[in-house]
């Protein structure tokens, strides 16, 4: 699922406004601040010396409030100066919170229905798995390591500048078989209870609906009974794909090391690892944690689980 930021690549946009605002901030600060002081000081010092002048020729000075007028005057940053100024704090804060602790997603597609539907707006915790380095994703402070049941935000390996959200289903060293639309862990079959039919509202039909347990977390699942188990003509070449067996009941994957192997909960409507392959320790984004809004549904606001 291709997740949509409010503006496309946001953190780079912040990252921009951010220096340039700081530059500008700092410079004000301890340089044009100081100009504008000095300035100041010379015209009241002239200004002074005028009245001094005109008082001692007689001439009566009245200077209600002039001398302030001109000190402000001059002091006065540009507006330029002034509005950088004001929003410099703002930026850096919110470039801070969505770099190293939360990031908010829109989900735009279906593929993990019914767990995050279409225009659930998400959280994502930027820091549980570790502290990246923003714009870079670059990994600076190892934390935690991805779970099997987490639900994961990426990039996506074939195109690095898209944001994409699955559960993973498959850690390194696993060796993930997926056959006739059941997954096994490690020669262990996951567990599957049968629950009511899911109303697919998109089409206003009726799938299959499970729980899954996968490895001790629990989720739901949809199966769509007029798709096959996945399609051989729709998987693309990726690294690492000589650790992939694929048959035409199904498919068995060895994750490599720092890999991971991803899925959507709308099994048969995603485009996931099955497809396009396994996703890097250096792709991960974050975890998922909550839906904080739905505007067309507020009962959706909640845990993720």
Known sequence: MNLQVILGNFALILFVLMVVTGVIWFLDVFYLAKQRRAAADRA??????????????GVKVDNTGNRAQLEAGILRQP????????????????????????????????????TLLVGDLILVNKFTYGIRLPVINQKIVQI???????????????????DYIKRVVGV?????????????????EVKYTTLDDYLNDERLVYNKQFEENL???????LNDESKPTYNRDSVFPFPNSEACTYRSEGFSCVVPAGNYFMMGDNRDNSMDSR????????????????????????????SIH
């Not at 002239?46 to 008082?55: G, I, P, Q």
């Not at 935690?144 to 898209?162: A, C, E, H, I, L």
């Not at 490895?215 to 699942?221: D, P, Q, Y």
Request: aromatic share 14%.
């Open 79 to 114: 507006t330029w100066i002034e509005y950088s100024g004001s929003f410099f704090p703002v930026i850096a804060l919110v470039f801070f919170l969505r770099s190293f602790l939360f990031e908010p997603f829109k989900i735009p597609s279906s593929s993990m229905v019914p």
């Open 215 to 221: 490895t001790g977390v629990s989720h739901r699942i």
């Open 44 to 57: 009241l010092a002239e200004y002074d010396a005028r009245n001094a002048r005109l008082t001692a020729d």
């Open 275 to 302: 497809y396009w392959g396994f996703v890097p320790d250096k792709n991960i984004v974050g975890k998922a944690i909550v839906v904080w809004m739905n505007l067309g549904n507020l009962r959706r606001i909640g």
């Open 172 to 188: 390194p060293g696993d060796k993930i078989t997926y056959e006739n639309k059941r997954l096994t862990v490690n020669g262990v």
């Open 144 to 162: 935690n390591n991805p779970q099997r049941g987490d639900v994961m935000v990426f990039k996506y390996p074939m195109d690095m500048s898209q």
